[in-house]
């Protein structure tokens, strides 16, 4: 589950080899991934929502009682794509996390630190921007944004 600017996302993602939740469902365990705010950041709202969620699970196992509030229904999205950066250079986003885009979309440019050249990027697909790049510079090849697909 992804925490985005107040909206839940459900990503429906498949096991990964060699990773924590594959292991786990060898040995018949599920495992929920919550993930929240940004890299080299804390988000306070996000981290709130992460406890809170932790809370909501506890409750459901009749575990621990605890007044949270109730979540709100997630959208659902059942595959994710990764928007890349064509070419190197400063990377400009005029999109925001939590924002809904559609295919062809202008999401911003890549250009040179002179200004002399400039990449406009456009998103292949339409879905929810679930992660942001906000490093300003990028290499050829580095994720720019990450889509949950509907």
């Not at 992804?2 to 060898?26: G, H, M, Q, T, Y």
């Not at 440019?109 to 300003?136: C, E, F, H, T, W």
Request: with cysteine.
């Amino acid at each position: 589950t992804l925490f985005i600017s107040k909206n839940l996302v459900k990503v429906n993602a498949s096991l990964r080899p060699k990773s924590l939740r594959k292991e786990a469902s060898k040995h018949g365990r599920n495992i929920i991934v919550f993930e929240g705010g940004e890299s080299l950041r804390f988000d306070e709202e996000g981290i709130q929502e992460g406890i809170n969620g932790t809370f909501r699970v506890l409750d459901f196992l009749q575990m621990q009682k605890r007044n949270v509030v109730p979540a709100k229904p997630p959208v659902v999205c059942q595959k994710t794509s990764w928007v890349r950066a064509k070419v190197a250079g400063l990377f400009r986003g005029q999109i925001a996390l939590g924002d809904y885009i559609q295919k062809g979309q202008y999401i911003g440019s890549i250009a040179d630190p002179y200004g002399q050249m400039s990449v406009k990027i456009k998103s292949l697909k339409a879905g929810y921007v679930i992660g942001l790049n906000r490093m300003p510079v990028v290499n050829q090849g580095d994720a720019l944004l990450h889509l949950g697909l509907l």
